[in-house]
């Protein structure tokens, strides 16, 4: 049963109403892990990747990229299309493959509810 009704947008850039669905309560659900003393809270909803290193191999018409998170440290493997045709250039041959740091990843992973509060942590953190 989804509940809801119209609200007046509080963000200054929305002028008109919303229409807002809400759940009814639903009991307490243990959850994973506690945003608050994971390490890398920002890294788990975007990681801020930089140049780290890469290489041509102009034969296989291959550019492979390695890009670290500033935050956490996680590597990003990308092999990437090099001088193929203007329309594939640049686009991945595959997707990329990550490695983490070792202390990174939640054990037994996150679920919905569980990206759900870090994303409401992370906000919260920003409005501070």
Request: aromatic residues 10%; hydrophobic residues 25%.
């Amino acid at each position: 049963m989804v509940l809801g009704g119209l609200i007046s947008s509080q963000h200054p850039s929305e002028k008109e109403n919303i229409f807002v669905a809400t759940q009814p309560k639903s009991p307490k659900v243990k959850l994973k892990f506690d945003p608050s003393t994971y390490e890398y809270p920002e890294c788990r909803e975007q990681h801020i990747w930089r140049p780290y290193d890469g290489t041509v191999d102009e034969k296989a018409h291959r550019a492979y990229r390695v890009q670290k998170c500033r935050g956490c440290g996680t590597k990003r493997y990308s092999t990437l299309y090099y001088q193929v045709s203007p329309e594939l250039d640049g686009q991945h041959v595959k997707s990329p493959t990550y490695s983490y740091p070792e202390d990174y990843q939640v054990e037994g992973g996150m679920d919905r509810l569980d990206r759900g509060r870090l994303r409401i942590h992370n906000f919260l953190e920003e409005l501070k």
